[in-house]
């Protein structure tokens, strides 16, 4: 980390951010504008996601932003769940509405009222249905990115004849999650299942992928949910079987949002503002001539061609022929987190060679002008691959396993804190008691982020009570 993430990690984020133009704040609270890069950011996300998506059956459709109040009451632990955040429509032309209408915090109701007309015979399923969309949810304390009023996400609605087909689907989709995650934003995930308290609001069970932040708190990125029957049976979407018989379907839910734009700067970023992956950065490669360029046309025409060699190769380039001093714009687009810079000028040009650097290392390479578009190339591959191992590096470093007691978490705390150092999460036994995992969290602000599915150590003793733990758990803080 650097001295500025050290010193205050939030105020880091938000400079670094609105630097780099990724948004803007607006006069409705909670709720930013996404600036083009930002934007963007999120578009090679859905770009990826949709894909994977729509290459496992599913197909895209669109629901209503507005949601009635009653839809909500016939499911008791979602509404009890999603009852302090809803803000709702009152009146409408003038007039007083006879029933309330919520804006959606996410859309299990409306799509359990529609499927159970869609839906009539075993040979209308599985019904597998992805939504691109916005949602609303009145957060008291917000994050630009992270967690904010409104913000942007996809919603998975699927229904299926039998638990064992809705549960295949529910792993398949958290996995498809973390091979996005890994892949594409070079952020690696722990998968597992949440505890019971952290499950989502009318869920049997709640699956998830968990991040770390450069600061050591966890980061929700993605979760998948197992259904069962309960909103079919709330409802009423039912089948009729092969033996002529009424069944109720098995449902899932599952969402990723735009909190991956804020995960991806938490977990690259430095002290010179953004480090964004190759394959989801806007630009992945700029142009910049230096030197006495303008007296040496050649300088401008060989840049020409490497801008077309790159975008004959399908990378993001741009040239910045701005009259801005070389320094400036090293340093404005280190800030934006451009994978790959170019310096071009009269000396290179004599030696056939460009230099090259790359976001994430010191120094800089010569590479030889017939080579440079294959060079280009590997050098954002190695450097996806880099910033990928580096997160990982970083959240080993940061995960621990020696950590058995509550009293050893407070230790563990308290000298962390002393030594400049962040906590960071700890891998412990639970012995599944709410309980316990209420006096942890209000002793330590420390949550259970999952139960992973393949830990790297087993823990036999419950943190708070030291009884027999049935569950190894992840704990941390979290945004």
Known sequence: MTNQQKNDFTSWYIDTIQKADLMDYTPVRGCIAFKPDGYEIWEHIQAEMDRRFKETGHRNAYFPMLIPESFFEKEKDHIEGFSPELPWVTEAAGEKLEERLALRPTSETMVGHLYSDWIKSYRDLPVL?????????????????????????????????????????????????????????????????????????????????????????????????????????????????????????????????????GSVIMVHGDEQGLVLPPRVAPTQVVLIPVGPWKKNPEIMERLDKIYAELKAKGIRVRLDDSDQSPGYKFNEWELKGVPVRVELGPRDLENNQAIIKARDEEEKISVDLPTIADCIEGALNTMQTRLLDKARAFREKHSHTHVDSLEQ???????????????????????????????????????????????????????????????????????
């Not at 004849?161 to 952020?187: G, P, S």
């Not at 906590?423 to 309980?435: F, R, T, V």
């Not at 733990?469 to 979290?478: E, L, N």
Request: with cysteine; charged share 25%; aromatic share 12%.
């Open 129 to 261: 249905i992805n939504q691109w969309a916005n949602v609303f949810r009145w957060e008291k304390k917000t994050l630009p990115f992270i967690r904010t009023s409104e913000f942007l996400w996809q919603e998975g609605h699927t229904a299926h004849v039998d638990e064992e087909e809705a549960r295949a689907e529910t792993m398949q989709m958290l996995n498809i999650y973390k091979e996005v995650v890994e892949e594409l934003l070079a952020i690696p995930v722990y998968d597992g299942q949440k505890t019971p308290s952290e499950r989502f609001a009318g869920a049997v069970d709640t699956y998830s992928i968990e991040a770390m932040m450069k600061d050591g708190k966890a980061v929700q990125a993605g979760t998948s949910h197992y259904l069962g029957t309960k909103f079919a049976q709330a409802f009423d979407i039912k089948y009729l079987n092969k033996e002529n018989k009424h069944e109720f379907v098995h449902t899932t839910s599952w969402g990723t949002s735009t909190r991956l734009i």
């Open 409 to 479: 978490l407070t230790q563990h705390i308290t000298d962390s804190t002393e030594n400049g150092e962040i906590p960071g999460w700890i891998l412990a036994g639970w012995c599944g008691d709410d309980a316990c995992e209420k006096q942890v969290k209000e002793k330590t602000k420390f949550t259970t982020r999952n139960i992973p599915f393949n830990p790297p150590a087993t823990k036999s003793t419950c943190i708070n009570c030291g009884t027999e733990a049935k569950y190894t758990v992840w704990f941390s803080r979290a945004y």
